[in-house]
């Protein structure tokens, strides 16, 4: 158990219809990641968030947004929902220190998406 | 796009034999870390190793550095059943801001 939890586990909707995954981060982690993971491939870095603000974005286009709060828990929201974002998002939570160095990345559970 | 590329796709073993899974990457690197994945549901962390850093053990994890040809291995001893997952390597990019770069994975089976 990594102490990072998600919400909800199973989600399922239609296409062109949005979606908001939540994310709850590890006791001390104040930096955020997330990633979607296709079936059968490793996961893909979507965006960091850290302080709140985006810290970093991966290949994703701008429907996929997120949030952080200041508990630094997370949401990730995608909009206009596409067949091809079916996929398992996973956060991961850190700890990213004032010097600049970062400790490991705990992931979460995941939701598993499906878009019919 | 994907920098860590695991060898091979999958691997079958029986119990009590070693599992050996390479990774290779393309970039300068801060470090690379071995992750486990049971049926889809979320990854745990095994081990990190640091580029300054040449092999690390965890318990039965033996993992490898070669920074000059950008390849790892992670190497599993006297495996069990309950090994049986799918083995990631993720690389930290140097200069970058802490987001891992994941291969596609070895699919592990470990038969009793």
């Known amino acids: 158990e990594t102490g990072v939890t998600q919400s909800p586990t199973h989600l399922i909707k239609t296409r062109g219809q949005q979606v908001t995954l939540r994310c709850s981060s590890q006791s001390g982690h104040n930096t955020v990641s997330w990633y979607q993971q296709a079936l059968g491939q490793g996961p893909q870095f979507i965006f960091q968030y850290y302080r709140e603000e985006e810290n970093g974005r991966g290949n994703f286009p701008p429907r996929f947004s997120g949030l952080q709060f200041p508990n630094y828990s997370s949401e990730l929201n995608v909009n206009a929902l596409e067949l091809d974002d079916s996929a398992l998002y996973l956060c991961?939570?850190?700890?990213?220190?004032?010097?600049?160095?970062?400790?490991?990345?705990?992931f979460g559970p995941g939701t598993r998406l499906t878009v019919l | 796009s994907q920098q860590g590329e695991e060898d091979p796709q999958a691997l079958s073993i029986q119990e009590g034999e070693n599992a050996t899974m390479n990774c290779s990457y393309k970039?300068?690197?801060?470090?690379l870390q071995w992750y486990r994945q049971n049926s889809g549901r979320g990854l745990v962390h095994l081990i990190l190793?640091?580029?300054?850093?040449r092999e690390k053990h965890s318990g039965r994890l033996r993992v490898t550095l070669d920074t000059s040809k950008k390849s790892s291995s992670l190497l599993i001893t006297a495996s069990r059943a309950a090994d049986t997952a799918s083995y990631f390597c993720a690389t930290d990019a140097a200069g970058g801001y802490n987001k891992l770069i994941f291969g596609a994975g070895t699919r592990l089976a470990v038969h009793p």
């Open positions: 991961a939570t850190q700890r990213i220190r004032t010097s600049g160095g970062a400790d490991t990345q705990y």
């Open positions: 190793i640091r580029s300054n850093e």
């Open positions: 970039t300068s690197i801060n470090n």
